[in-house]
């Protein structure tokens, strides 16, 4: 008989395949633009991929990065009892979207990916990460500062309202999309950081 531990390692493996998927990368050569990553920041997220000046490629990388994060939790819930090996699944896909083996692992922010985790493990916070999201780059019209927002709110947000292990989720890939924006916050600290739709960057 088939142990618990072995789906629990299974779903956590597929979780990051699936989280590798390079969608941006995809979409902008099936439509005959080339590698996204010699485009503005090199980034493979939809931010970048907004750049080649095709809105409607970059809603679907937008759209496919979240949906691989959701898949890959909503899978395991479906194949394990172990809530652990659930989130762990949804923390493999951030990671293999930030360390896609495809691409030498060197990937994208997990922005997308991981708010789509979020919405599938406890859809409250992830919704309100996408709401801050939303409403400081409306506002303040930097990506990377929106996206830092939203990751630090899903923690603070996750310890009113969910159980630790959830909250340990949401901290771990806050960390992880902090980290990967150090660049940004550099800029953003030194006042250099270019908005939403204006020149080179490196959000998310």
Not at 75 to 95: K, M, N, Q, S, W
Request: aromatic share 8%; net charge positive; proline share 2%.
């Amino acid at each position: 008989m088939i142990s618990d531990d072995f789906y629990g390692i299974f779903v956590c493996i597929l979780g990051y395949l699936l989280g590798s998927v390079p969608f941006g990368l995809l979409l902008t050569r099936t439509a005959g633009l080339g590698d996204i990553r010699g485009i503005g920041s090199g980034n493979i997220g939809a931010t970048n991929v907004l750049r080649t000046g095709r809105k409607g490629l970059a809603a679907a990388t937008l759209l496919l990065d979240g949906a691989k994060g959701a898949a890959a939790v909503l899978i395991a819930r479906a194949v394990v009892y172990d809530e652990g090996f659930v989130l762990l699944a949804g923390l493999a896909a951030v990671i293999g979207h930030l360390f896609p083996v495809w691409l030498g692992f060197k990937g994208g922010k997990g922005v997308a990916t991981g708010l789509g985790v979020l919405i599938a493990v406890a859809w409250p916070i992830g919704l309100v990460a996408c709401a801050v999201w939303l409403l400081v780059a409306a506002t303040a019209r930097f990506s990377s500062l929106a996206a830092l927002a939203a990751f630090a709110s899903a923690p603070c947000l996750a310890a009113i309202v969910e159980d630790f292990n959830v909250v340990k989720l949401a901290f771990t890939i806050a960390v992880l999309v902090f980290v990967r924006h150090q660049a940004n916050i550099r800029r953003l600290l030194a006042g250099t950081e270019p908005r939403i739709g204006r020149g080179k960057t490196e959000g998310a």
